[in-house]
């Protein structure tokens, strides 16, 4: 199963990587997390499906702090590269996309790219708040 939103910012990309951690019926999970001018668009996979209850559940819990995306041509090659092992890096030259993480979530990797960009800017925009 998977599940494509669109967040407007980083705290909400958080939220979501420890709501993954908290539910055990959401575990174990794939999370890839791309940043974008204009906010974040996250792909979880999870490795074990939902019953239609836990389904919906999820999907209403990522519709409240995102929207449903679907992805341009370019983004499903990005996903796809990733999905067939192909290393991040490679996939971030190839596509000209900035992969923040890409495996089991991990909120190290996003608070580590927030610091850096906001470092490098010498302030931190919207999107990364």
Request: glycine share 6%.
């Amino acid at each position: 199963m998977e599940y494509i939103y669109f967040l407007g910012n980083a705290s909400l990309t958080l939220r979501i990587i420890k709501h993954l951690r908290q539910m055990p019926y959401l575990s174990p999970s794939i999370m890839t997390v791309i940043h974008q001018i204009d906010g974040w668009i996250i792909k979880v996979k999870l490795v074990t499906p939902l019953n239609q209850k836990q389904d919906g559940d999820f999907r209403a819990y990522l519709s409240e702090l995102g929207i449903p995306y679907q992805p341009e041509i370019r983004l499903q090659m990005v996903f796809w590269s990733l999905d067939t092992g192909q290393s991040p890096i490679e996939v971030m030259r190839r596509y000209q996309v900035a992969i923040v993480s890409h495996g089991r979530p991990d909120c190290a990797d996003i608070v580590a790219f927030r610091q850096q960009f906001t470092r490098g800017l010498g302030y931190c925009p919207e999107t990364l708040a």
